[in-house]
């Protein structure tokens, strides 16, 4: 096929009206359209408004999203009572005793388990927050899971309880896992399902972020039939990493981290601030980077690369502190490392963000924003910087969704990549906003240097594009053929 229209090829050069032509998995040449249509008369002629490499979501969590797809909606529902009136028509829907399970929801408070209990009182119901670092559950889900009040609270987790003890149904951080262990196992479908509905959005590549242990072996299993839609970046979990070795697959898997958490997220005040929040309490670290120089070290040895959820001041400052300690043993920390979601830097720590990969999810600022001023206002201007990361000298910007956090959808984060929800936040101009989502996510994997390089559009790369119309995506090119999206 010849591909017409503004080519951006993220080779050095400017974006330019040209053609690119592909043959089978490749791009063999990128050229002007007249030449090339003079040179390859038989090829099918496509005209789109962009041509770019193809779209990367650099963080993403494929088994959750595919489980998001099947579960309640409850992205923008902000009040508990029109939960419970969702949960009660889910209720009415499906046989007693099946769970129902939903998440996306948003609350001021820690509300109780009663609303849940009296909507669906014939079924365990769990629903977890937006930013997923909390749960909301009614007595049917405590009880399967064995939840009661002689139940202590996990290692980085607090389960709420009443006056008398009781758990109110209300659950932090890792508390939500009691529950969560309890449901049925989600499968290889799942992850699938999340894979695939990346790949009807134009995606060609997604960095996966943290998935359980046991979705390393569906993942494997899934590239070694050659079932994956795209090409997928895994990270292993910190915990539980199992089979270390980095490395890539035929099929389209390349194994290549390990994710650890310094904290949790702003919504559920979890999030490790230097300032306190305005209720008390500065959030909390989960995975502490004061005491994980070792097993970072371990990881660094073994060819793969730490990535690090941060979002508080607090848990930025001490990464990078981490950062530091590792490069002071002689250890690539600076050149290997990645920080996910960088939300809230302090004016100290931000020239220290300088030759990092820093992967942001511009989505995140808009969904924050009313919460910002009420639950951080100390923070506000230390949120949401990444117009001011990409003048740091070095700093490698990466795009993503964070899906199922944020819906996977490209046209919103790189509009909201340029023009920041915030007062006062500086945007990124639309090359570097396109460069963070379709070049520089491939090379931080070093697939631009592979025999068949991706991340760029000249010739002898990887055919693996994505088609644009007034900042849309269209359609993908993979695997030598054109898919229009739906
Ligand atoms: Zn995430």
């Not at 795009?399 to 199922?404: K, N, Q």
């Not at 068949?452 to 010739?459: C, T, Y």
């Amino acid at each position: 096929m010849l591909l017409e229209g503004k080519v951006w090829t993220f080779d050095g050069k400017p974006p330019r009206d040209a053609a690119v032509r592909v043959d089978g998995e490749r791009v063999v040449a990128v050229g002007a359209v007249e030449e090339l249509r003079a040179r390859y008369p038989a090829a099918r002629r496509v005209r789109c408004e962009w041509i770019t490499p193809g779209l990367h979501d650099a963080h993403v969590h494929p088994l959750q999203w595919g489980l998001a797809l099947e579960a309640l909606d409850l992205r923008g529902v902000d009040d508990p009572d029109r939960v419970a009136r969702l949960v009660a028509r889910r209720a009415a829907a499906l046989p007693p005793g099946r769970w129902i399970l939903g998440g996306g929801y948003v609350f001021d408070g820690y509300p109780d388990r009663r609303r849940l209990d009296e909507a669906a009182p014939d079924h365990p119901v769990f629903l977890r927050s937006r930013d997923l670092h909390a749960a909301w559950a009614n007595l049917r889900a405590l009880q399967r899971a064995g939840v009661d009040r002689r139940t202590p609270d996990p290692k980085g987790g607090r389960i709420l309880r009443d006056g008398s003890g009781e758990p109110t149904g209300y659950l932090l951080e890792r508390a939500a896992d009691l529950v969560a262990q309890a449901l049925p196992p989600p499968g290889k479908d799942q992850l699938l399902a999340g894979l695939a509905d990346l790949a009807r959005r134009g995606f060609v590549a997604v960095h996966a972020m943290g998935e359980p242990p046991e979705a390393t072996a569906w993942i494997r299993e899934l590239a070694a039939a050659q079932a994956l839609p795209l090409r997928v970046a895994w990270t292993l979990p910190a915990a539980r990493p199992g089979a270390w070795a980095p490395g890539s697959s035929p099929g389209g898997l390349h194994v290549f981290g390990v994710k650890f958490f310094a904290d949790g997220a702003l919504t559920s005040r979890t999030a490790w601030m230097l300032e306190p929040y305005p209720e008390g309490g500065r959030g909390l670290p989960l995975d502490d980077p004061r005491e994980a120089d070792e097993a970072v070290a371990e990881v660094l040895r073994r060819g793969l690369v730490p990535v690090w959820h941060a979002i508080g001041t607090r848990a930025v400052r001490e990464v990078l502190n981490l950062i530091d300690r590792l490069e002071a043993r002689g250890l690539p920390a600076r050149r290997r490392f990645r920080i996910e979601h960088v939300q809230h830097v302090s004016d100290d720590d931000l020239p220290r963000l300088a030759g990092l990969a820093l992967s942001v999810q511009p989505q995140h600022a808009e969904d924050d924003r009313a919460a910002l001023g009420r639950l951080h206002p100390a923070q506000r201007r230390a949120a949401y910087r990444w117009g001011e990361f990409a003048a740091l000298p070095g700093a490698r910007l990466l795009l993503g969704s964070d899906a199922p956090v944020a819906e996977p959808d490209p046209p919103r984060a790189l509009r909201l990549a340029q023009r920041p929800p915030l007062a006062g936040a500086r945007g990124l101009d639309l090359e570097a906003a396109l460069a963070a989502y379709v070049h520089t996510p491939a090379a931080v994997l070093g697939w631009t240097s592979e025999d068949a390089p991706w991340g760029r559009v000249e010739a002898g790369a990887y055919a693996a594009l994505t088609l644009w119309e007034r900042g849309r995506p269209v359609a993908r090119v993979w695997r030598g053929g054109l898919e229009a999206l739906g």
